[in-house]
């Protein structure tokens, strides 16, 4: 199994390249990042902390850092336009050679929607909204031009040049059942959030929906996420969303996506520490005593 590390959005742009240096030269695969404006609340009210624009973090660690993967996790097109997005991550593939990965959303954070004056629609319509954009991108990345007349878009013979110079796969988070679907039919890769019992039921659902549109879930990579505690995990964590304990349970657990046929996991720096130097010492302590016995 592949290993990523998901720094956060608000540390400073030190932290955040240190990070990804050490990512590189220690066997990681892949750097991802998080498409937010700002910070998630629970109310949906306006949060002042820092957010750093994804987009423009890929393309500065793909130009210093050689060889990662770099993913956008995952960038919402209810603010972003399809086509803008798309020129976008064909930038930074370039920029990289070849190592951007386009991570869609419908969106879901209402706090920047509603501050920011971006409709986050209701769930059906913002699906619906979903479904087109994800046609313009795979015609605008695929074909020498696109045309597409929706409800929520409208592109005429568009064309997008220059064309990734890598494969710029599309990948997609998601749990829900229609958008595992449109996942299933449009998507490249699929990611989800959870520990090892959460990731089974969520798989399951994700192979249903590719025989669902008739398409072999092993053409699909697959990644998961989880919150990482080397020891007890923070109390107000969610259980279902945690691996925790020594580094041999650590293996133990990780080992269990492996067998369900997951390809890579990404390592949040948020539990890792409160401090830069805390949160540096814990993920060298993961990958010395827990990557090597992995898969």
């Known amino acids: 199994m592949k290993f990523s590390v998901w720094?956060?959005?608000?540390?400073?742009?030190?932290?955040?390249?240190?990070?990804?240096?050490?990512?590189?030269?220690?066997?990681?695969?892949?750097f991802w990042y998080a498409d937010h404006l700002m910070p998630y609340t629970e109310d949906g009210a306006p949060d002042q902390g820092d957010a750093h624009e994804c987009w423009t973090v890929l393309a500065a660690v793909g130009a210093l850092v050689p060889r990662l993967r770099l993913v956008s996790m995952v960038s919402p097109v209810s603010i972003h336009h399809p086509v803008l997005l798309t020129k976008r991550a064909?930038?930074?593939?370039?920029?990289?050679?070849?190592?951007?990965?386009?991570?869609?959303?419908?969106?879901?954070?209402?706090?920047?929607?509603?501050?920011?004056?971006f409709p986050l629609l209701d769930p059906g319509p913002r699906v619906s909204r979903f479904e087109e954009a994800i046609q313009i991108v795979r015609g605008l990345r695929d074909q020498p031009s696109t045309t597409l007349h929706g409800t929520?878009?409208?592109?005429?013979?568009?064309?997008?040049?220059?064309?990734?110079?890598?494969p710029l796969p599309l990948l997609v988070g998601t749990g829900s059942l229609r958008m595992l679907r449109l996942t299933a039919r449009w998507a490249d890769e699929w990611?989800?959030?959870?520990?090892?019992?959460?990731?089974?039921?969520?798989?399951?659902?994700f192979q249903d929906a590719c025989d669902a549109v008739g398409r072999d879930p092993d053409t699909m990579r697959r990644?998961?996420?989880a919150l990482v505690f080397l020891g007890?995990?923070?109390?107000?964590?969610?259980?279902?969303?945690?691996?925790?304990?020594?580094?041999?349970?650590?293996?133990?657990q990780l080992n269990r996506y492996v067998e369900m046929g997951v390809h890579e996991f990404a390592i949040l720096d948020d539990p890792l520490g409160d401090t830069p130097a805390e949160r540096m010492d814990n993920l060298d302590r993961f990958h010395a005593e827990v990557m090597p016995h992995v898969g």
Not at 100 to 114: D, F, M, P, Y
């Open 90 to 117: 064909i930038s930074v593939d370039h920029v990289s050679g070849g190592r951007a990965v386009l991570g869609l959303g419908a969106g879901w954070q209402e706090n920047e929607h509603s501050s920011y004056g």
């Open 191 to 205: 990611n989800t959030w959870g520990g090892p019992d959460e990731v089974a039921v969520r798989l399951q659902r």
């Open 223 to 225: 990644s998961v996420q």
């Open 232 to 252: 007890d995990p923070d109390p107000a964590a969610p259980a279902a969303r945690t691996v925790s304990g020594t580094p041999q349970q650590l293996v133990d």
């Open 7 to 30: 720094p956060s959005y608000n540390r400073s742009w030190d932290e955040t390249i240190t990070l990804a240096r050490f990512a590189e030269t220690n066997g990681f695969d892949g």
């Open 152 to 166: 929520h878009y409208s592109v005429t013979d568009a064309p997008c040049s220059p064309k990734p110079v890598g």
